[in-house]
């Protein structure tokens, strides 16, 4: 019996706990709202991600890791279901981070849609899915 992994978004050295934030958003309900496509697509490099890429075997030290990107896996999902964005303070203010619906965000861009719906997540609702 395998134990099941828990679903992580890693950024640099930050990880996100995303069951934790899809709990959140069902404990506390708010209007989804449309996330450009093409500005997500071009922040996280998917355009390079090819259809036969299946992963790199290394992990960059800022930016989102892409070792467990499929480009079949992507095709696959569902563009229905809001991806979910995180809101971090930095001193020159808040900025937003794409943590689930990265493969979302690519089959959005291959098929050429402009938006997806998306949940975005307070500053205080991201420090408490953060990993520290």
Same mark, same amino acid.
Not at 74 to 79: D, E, V
Not at 114 to 120: D, E
């Given at each position: 019996?395998?134990?099941?992994?828990?679903?992580? %978004?890693?950024?640099?050295?930050?990880? =996100?706990?995303? !069951?934790? /934030? +899809? &709990?959140?958003?069902? *404990?506390? $309900?708010?209007?989804?709202?449309?996330?450009?496509?093409?500005?997500?697509?071009?922040?996280?490099?998917?355009?390079?991600?090819?259809?036969?890429?299946?992963?790199?075997?290394?992990?960059?030290? %800022?930016?989102?890791?892409?070792?467990? =990107?499929?480009? !079949?896996? /992507? +095709? &696959?999902?569902?563009? *229905?279901? $809001?991806?979910?964005?995180?809101?971090?303070?930095?001193?020159?203010?808040?900025?937003?981070?794409?943590?689930?619906?990265?493969?979302?965000?690519?089959?959005?861009?291959?098929?050429?849609?402009?938006?997806?719906?998306?949940?975005?997540?307070?500053?205080? !609702?991201? /420090?408490?899915?953060?990993?520290?």
């Amino acid at each position: 019996m395998s134990i099941p992994s828990r679903q992580l %978004f890693k950024y640099g050295r930050w990880m =996100f706990d995303i !069951e934790r /934030a +899809m &709990r959140l958003l069902e *404990e506390h $309900p708010r209007p989804t709202e449309q996330t450009s496509v093409a500005d997500w697509s071009a922040a996280y490099h998917l355009s390079l991600l090819r259809p036969d890429y299946d992963g790199p075997t290394w992990c960059p030290i %800022f930016g989102p890791d892409q070792s467990h =990107f499929s480009a !079949e896996h /992507a +095709m &696959r999902t569902g563009l *229905e279901q $809001p991806v979910i964005i995180a809101t971090l303070e930095f001193d020159s203010g808040p900025a937003r981070l794409l943590i689930d619906g990265v493969h979302r965000m690519y089959r959005a861009m291959t098929e050429g849609r402009p938006t997806l719906p998306a949940q975005v997540l307070t500053v205080a !609702e991201t /420090a408490t899915i953060r990993e520290h």
